[in-house]
């Protein structure tokens, strides 16, 4: 009985965890929104994005023959045109596509926390990372250094999944991250 017990609170414990963080994902995504429709971004935030409807161009016209001509870091930018084609051009998709990024690093940093300390740590990393000024302001405006974080995280996020190399599919999408 107190093996079913423990393995039902294990199970329940993790069914949390997860909405926990779906909730705080979702949670900073809609802060966000408001904070943008509102017009309330960091100053300088927006010379990235006439860069990404440059690209945004760049690609349409020339297509992924354009690729090499792409600036750097280019996942930013390619994540933004796909914005940019589903939603029009305009400063404030520039701004929402910053969004889809959060979608990654909130989950990511919870992940590295519960693989280095347990669920509690990977809990509070979440909540620390998702409520950080910083985090909070560089994600509301255009700026490459949210995507990058993200997949920062997402790539030691994998590392540590693939158990010191020994997860070949863990360690094939840490490759390709």
Known sequence: MWVRLHTWSRTHAGLLSVGAIIALTAIHILQNVYFISLDRVFLFSDGYA??????????????????????????????????????????????????????VLIPSVFYIGLKVAGRRVGLLAAVVAASS??????????????????????????????????????????GVV
Do not use: M
Not at 61 to 77: E, H, I, K, Q, T
């Open 133 to 174: 000024p910083l985090v909070l302001n560089v994600s509301r405006g255009y700026f490459l250094d949210y995507g990058q974080t993200a997949f920062t995280a997402l790539a030691f996020a994998w590392l540590l999944a693939t158990d010191r190399f020994a997860q070949r599919s863990c360690a094939v999408a840490l």
């Open 50 to 103: 006439s860069r990404a409807a440059e690209v945004h161009w760049l690609l349409k016209d020339g297509g992924l023959s354009a690729y090499p001509r792409l600036p750097f870091p280019p996942l930013v930018f390619l994540v933004t045109h796909l914005c940019f084609s589903l939603f029009g051009v305009s400063i404030d998709v520039a701004r929402y596509s910053q969004q889809l990024f959060t979608v």
